[in-house]
């Protein structure tokens, strides 16, 4: 049986209409070695029926159906069925560019990485209106080199910015690792950005990292997805992520000043979310507010942050989280939000989206 080198992982749950977009991105350029997982979340749509009829039509696509769980436990189950030597994360309204596996594959076959990391451009379906890539150079990255990517990963040193990729769909992942570590996705339900913890956890352990910097993937920004909409107990999963990260740097043998630090501007950062969350509320909760604003006077993390290295927007608003006032804090961010809002407006014009 020829040996397979890349497992993509599928999850699908009620995003039938969204889902031959995905997958035929794969097929239309799959090369040998290559397998497809899907695994249906218990969708109460037809997604599981259209999972099935794409594995009984391609001998290189299999079909996994369990109960609902969430995105995590989907991946988890992925995981476990996979038999390519190397893994990576697909989300099912989204799709690969041409050429990508090709690429991936060559990546593979000349460097052997532990973990490649590319590139992701927004769109709307018609326009693409942002491009992300990480700020590394292009090549495979060890030695001294990859413990800069360590600690970027952790945070980068540059607050309210987020320069550094963790979303695990914009990585391919060595196999054999995630079984040493017997890595596995903690649900969305408990923490958010789960990714955050699944690639970071594989970084710190890896020995390389592969930085290509092509847009391999098409994030499709679609109104009421889970990133666009308002979250009602943020805080409180970010704090259990926060919680987390901190067990596992203080797990690491080799830790370094630098990683400890970078842990503050993480908790920081998300902070910082947590804050825009509620504020973007058509009626911001004060209360919500000062409870996120008394935990940052709590740790007391802000006189540790390296002024000189911070933009002067991340110097405004560290200035208003060490102010702890939750009506103050709501001006100013509105202010900033009609400022961003026109720059937007004026930017959909020149590139062609529409505005509403």
């Known amino acids: 049986m020829e040996d397979l080198i890349l497992s993509i992982i599928i999850p699908v749950y009620n995003t039938y209409i969204y889902l031959d977009k ?20 218990g969708s109460t749509d037809e997604s599981g029926i259209k999972c099935d009829e794409y594995s009984n039509k391609y001998s290189y696509i299999v079909a996994v159906h369990k109960e609902n769980g969430g995105l995590a436990s989907a991946r988890n189950a992925g995981i476990s069925v996979a038999k390519g ?7 099912s309204d989204d ?37 992300s890539t990480q700020r590394w150079e292009e090549g495979l990255h060890k030695n001294e080199s990859i413990n800069k990517i360590r600690n970027d990963i952790i945070n980068d040193k540059e607050l309210f910015e987020f320069n550094v990729i ?31 913890l699944f690639v970071t956890s594989f970084i710190l352990e890896a020995n390389n990292y592969y930085c290509c910097k092509k847009y391999f993937y098409n994030y499709f920004n679609r109104e009421n997805s889970l990133t666009t909409t308002y979250l009602t107990n ?7 992520l926060f919680a987390r990260y901190n067990e596992m740097i203080n797990n690491i043998s080799e830790k370094n000043e630098e990683l400890l630090y970078r842990l503050k501007l993480f908790y920081l950062n ?17 209360k919500k ?55 937007w407006n004026l930017r959909k014009k020149r590139i062609g989206i529409i505005c509403i």
């Open 22 to 41: 995905c997958v035929e991105s794969i097929i239309n350029q799959i090369s040998s070695g290559v397998e497809i997982i899907l695994v249906d979340d």
């Open 85 to 91: 030597k190397y893994i990576n994360f697909l989300d």
């Open 95 to 131: 799709w690969l560019s041409d050429g990508a596996i090709d690429q991936i594959l060559n990546i593979i076959d000349r460097e052997e990485p532990d973990i490649i990391g590319f590139g992701c451009q927004k769109t709307t379906g018609t326009v693409v209106f942002k491009k």
């Open 166 to 196: 963790r979303s695990s769909c914009m990585h391919v992942f060595k196999k054999s690792i995630i079984d040493k570590l017997n890595l596995r996705f903690i649900s969305e339900r408990i923490v958010l950005n789960e990714d955050y």
């Open 234 to 240: 943020m805080f409180e999963r970010k704090l259990e």
């Open 270 to 286: 998300n902070c910082y979310e947590c804050l825009a969350n509620e504020c973007a509320a058509i009626k911001p909760d004060k």
């Open 289 to 343: 507010i000062q409870v996120i604003l008394d935990d940052i006077d709590k740790k007391d993390v802000i006189k540790y942050v390296r002024k000189n290295e911070q933009s002067r927007k991340a110097k405004f608003f560290l200035f208003l989280m060490k102010r702890n006032n939750a009506s103050e804090y709501i001006f100013f961010y509105k202010v900033f939000g009609i400022i961003k809002k026109i720059k």
